[in-house]
């Protein structure tokens, strides 16, 4: 392999000198940031965040602050779901279409206040995206990003490491909601959320020079619990069925291929940016949907740098869009985007850079 060379393009994080101490050996990149991916022993890191206590890196997730009087009526029409009932300290999972459907992005939205809100946004850059939008329609907003990096801790004991460092109160916060607090003097919203289905929380570090310090105060606070540091990289996500957009989408995946139809609310206002196009989508039914693979084979072969086709008597049919080895499963899973003529217990062919291998579709999620 090879080394990336340092460039003003790509930004670090404020934890990165935290992520080298704790021993970095891969990482890949995520809005024009490092994302850490593997600390060395990706199988232990794997069972720390399914049985125990992981934290992150993903300062990647920016943040697109809108503010002004006019920032509610930006974020609906940048949301295809209905924001209307959405109160100050609540977040929502938020699929961002364009004007034909297709998934640009799926943030967590944070409403901070009637006038500010955040998108924490997945990897395409939703602030050029919003600023468009916002002169287009002539808008009084204010769009920008802040100083603002998040740290995630995850797995089934990130309850209690958190309660320890900020009180019993995050025992009660709902899924999404989020609170603006401190620790050690450090500004920070904390949320609970996570790219996991292990529970846990996001800490929106809101003070870049403070990264080592924080990162030294969840550690501190983790070890009586064998925290360790991990990253969304691990086949977790594939597990438990969470859809990467970019990664599992292409240029014209609409939210109802990939089980994403339920966050969209087709009787939001007319101005809302592709609700149109997802209306005739409903209306026609979508053309492909995406289902799990079952490889078959004993060795680990992770997807490359790009999908794989899947083929039926002799037909392209759809892509593996990812793919990775389960150390529950004990075999390699990975997503179909392919037609809505096939469907789970279906077999098909899946054309791999060393060969043909065969795959079962199923149901997501896997477990």
Avoid at 183 to 193: C, D, K, Y
Avoid at 274 to 303: C, F, S, T
């Amino acid at each position: 392999m090879f080394t990336i060379a340092p460039t003003a393009r790509l930004r670090p994080t404020p934890f990165m000198a935290s992520v080298q101490s704790e021993g970095i050996t891969h990482a890949t990149f995520y809005n024009s940031m490092v994302l850490p991916a593997f600390y060395g022993n990706p199988e232990e890191e794997y069972w720390r965040l399914i049985n125990g206590v992981s934290m992150w890196d993903v300062s990647c997730e920016r943040q697109v602050e809108v503010t002004g009087k006019d920032a509610a009526k930006l974020a609906q029409i940048l949301s295809p779901r209905d924001l209307s009932k959405c109160k100050p300290g609540q977040g929502k999972y938020v699929p961002l279409c364009n004007h034909i459907g297709t998934v640009i992005n799926d943030p967590i939205l944070l409403k901070h206040e009637e006038d500010r809100f955040w998108f924490s946004i997945a990897d395409s850059d939703i602030w050029f995206w919003a600023r468009a939008i916002a002169s287009e329609r002539g808008l009084d907003v204010e769009i920008t990003e802040p100083d603002v990096s998040p740290l995630a801790v995850q797995g089934p004991k990130a309850v209690e490491v958190v309660a320890d460092m900020f009180g019993d109160w995050v025992r009660d916060l709902k899924y999404f909601w989020f609170k603006e607090t401190e620790i050690n003097g450090i500004p920070v919203a904390l949320q609970r959320s996570g790219w996991s289905k292990q529970g846990g929380y996001e800490i929106y570090l809101q003070d870049g020079s403070r990264g080592a310090d924080l990162w030294n105060i969840v550690k501190e606070a983790g070890e009586p619990y064998d925290i360790g540091p991990g990253s969304p990289c691990t086949p977790e996500r594939t597990e438990s069925g969470l859809v990467s957009v970019g990664g599992d989408t292409d240029a014209f995946t609409n939210p109802y291929e990939v089980r994403l139809g339920q966050y969209v609310d087709l009787d939001v206002p007319d101005d809302t940016v592709g609700i149109r196009a997802l209306r005739k989508i409903v209306e026609e039914g979508p053309k492909r949907h995406q289902l799990g693979l079952k490889l078959e084979g004993e060795d680990p072969a992770p997807l490359g740098f790009a999908w794989e086709p899947l083929v039926k008597d002799g037909q392209k049919v759809g892509d593996m869009t990812n793919c990775t080895w389960s150390f529950r499963m004990k075999q390699n899973i990975g997503y179909a985007l392919i037609s809505v003529d096939l469907q789970p217990g279906d077999s098909v062919e899946v054309h791999r850079p060393g060969g043909i291998v065969m795959a079962e579709l199923v149901e997501l999620p896997f477990l």
